[in-house]
């Protein structure tokens, strides 16, 4: 990709540009890795998803079923049942998710580690005397 490209005009055509749009929504991974391990009806998501909103969840599946990454099952039931799942192009992002596991519990025990070493450091600074 050009430097100073414009990557609106680049969806669609550069890999990275594309992914970055379609992931680019704040629940959008968490709702991925849930629907990867099995279908979910919109309250079960709701309750898995600390945080999300109604509203936000809404546009967050209605987003990720226009791109093809899920599919919505109405069910004509009273009330009415409505199942989540991965589609077929959407499954292609388990992948993706391990790796993202992965890196997640390797950052983490960076973080951890950092953590521990900025507390050992301050211990072994030595105290300032008040003037």
């Given at each position: 990709m050009k430097t100073g490209s414009n990557?609106?005009?680049?969806?669609?055509?550069?890999p990275y540009v594309t992914t970055q749009k379609l992931l680019s929504g704040k629940w959008t991974i968490m709702i991925l890795y849930f629907?990867?391990?099995?279908?979910?009806r919109f309250n079960?998501?709701?309750?898995?998803?600390?945080g999300v909103t109604?509203?936000?969840?809404?546009?967050?599946?209605?987003?990720l079923e226009?791109?093809?990454?899920?599919?919505?099952?109405?069910?004509?039931e009273i009330p009415i049942r409505v199942e989540y799942q991965l589609s077929?192009?959407?499954?292609?992002?388990?992948?993706v998710l391990t790796e993202i596991e992965q890196f997640g519990n390797t950052y983490n025990a960076w973080l951890?580690?950092?953590?521990?070493?900025?507390?050992?450091?301050?211990?072994?600074?030595?105290?300032?005397?008040?003037?």
């Open positions: 990557s609106s005009n680049l969806f669609g055509i550069c629907l990867s391990e099995h279908k979910c079960e998501l709701s309750k898995k998803i600390n109604q509203s936000a969840l809404t546009k967050q599946l209605r987003s226009l791109a093809g990454l899920i599919e919505r099952t109405v069910f004509p077929e192009l959407g499954h292609g992002f388990s992948k951890a580690e950092s953590k521990q070493r900025a507390h050992e450091d301050k211990a072994e600074m030595p105290a300032r005397e008040v003037v």
